[in-house]
């Protein structure tokens, strides 16, 4: 059964299949966001700066000021 485009998912805002994520010692509920079936799938394929910052991160501080930083959050 495959789902409708416009059907409400709850989107990662770091995918699992990040390599880093497994350094969380829980996924905290405010990095799940409501996100369209459509734009869930499309944000996964997307190559931006932003996606790469959040890809990139070394330890939880470094993870918790790109999380803070509005600038990239607002553009995910």
């Given amino acids: 059964c495959q789902m409708p485009e416009d059907a409400a998912t709850l989107d990662h805002v770091i995918p699992r299949t990040n390599p880093l994520r497994h350094k969380l010692p829980y996924y905290p509920k405010e990095l799940l966001v409501l996100s369209c079936n459509k734009c869930n799938g499309d944000r996964g394929r997307r190559d931006d700066s932003n996606l790469r910052k959040l890809a ?20 995910l």
């Fill in 56 to 75: 990139n991160w070394e330890t939880q501080e470094d993870l918790k000021k790109i999380l803070t930083d509005p600038e990239i959050l607002s553009k």
